[in-house]
């Protein structure tokens, strides 16, 4: 294994299961998300000797990653397939265990969010620093306190809301 192949093989270990998370909060279905995983970690592969450290590279993947799942979201509202997806949610929701129903109805909750809130609460979960969600969101990290507050607001109210239903 040359010197490439094993750092990749690290960053992928160290980032994986965080990018997995993000692009599952995107789309609400494994499959897509596993397809957008590896679509991503693709483009790492690719460009790794792109990369220059002037950031973290787990900030770089997620910029990566957040890219991929915006291409893939627009590519979806082309095909018109958003009330699919929606169909897709439900499906994947029935297979979920009883233990699994409130982590599938935060997930459905996350889904319907706008896609800023989407990735920043994503990453809250996979517990990154502030000042790292603040590097890859483009705003600063008072800003992003009062946003974060907001988007835990917004997903309470969207969670109560259907697990009345």
Same mark, same amino acid.
């Given at each position: 294994?040359?010197?490439?192949?094993?750092?990749?093989?690290?960053?992928?270990?160290?980032?994986?299961k965080k990018i997995f998370h993000l692009c599952y909060g995107y789309t609400g279905d494994k499959d897509s998300a596993n397809d957008l995983l590896q679509e991503t970690f693709l483009?790492?592969?690719?460009?790794?000797?792109?990369?220059?450290?002037?950031s973290l590279i787990s900030t770089w993947i997620y910029r990566i990653a957040v890219n991929t799942c915006l291409t893939y979201?627009?590519?979806?509202?082309?095909?018109?397939?958003?009330?699919?997806?929606?169909n897709i949610i439900e499906n994947k *929701?029935?297979?979920? =265990? #009883?233990? !699994?129903e409130q /982590?599938?109805?935060?997930y459905k909750s996350i889904s319907l969010l706008e896609e800023n809130d989407r990735l920043i609460i994503t990453m809250v979960l996979d517990e990154l620093p502030y000042?790292?969600?603040?590097? *890859?969101?483009?705003? =600063? #990290?008072? !800003?992003?306190? /009062?946003?974060?507050?907001?988007?835990?607001q917004k997903l309470t109210e969207i969670y109560n809301q259907h697990a009345r239903i």
């Open positions: 294994m040359d010197l490439k192949d094993q750092l990749f093989k690290e960053i992928f270990d160290k980032n994986s483009k790492v592969w690719q460009n790794l000797d792109k990369f220059r450290n002037k979201l627009r590519s979806e509202k082309r095909q018109a397939k958003d009330e699919l997806t929606e *929701i029935e297979e979920f =265990s #009883e233990k !699994n /982590v599938a109805l935060l000042n790292e969600i603040a590097d *890859i969101s483009g705003i =600063s #990290e008072g !800003n992003l306190r /009062v946003k974060i507050h907001r988007i835990k």
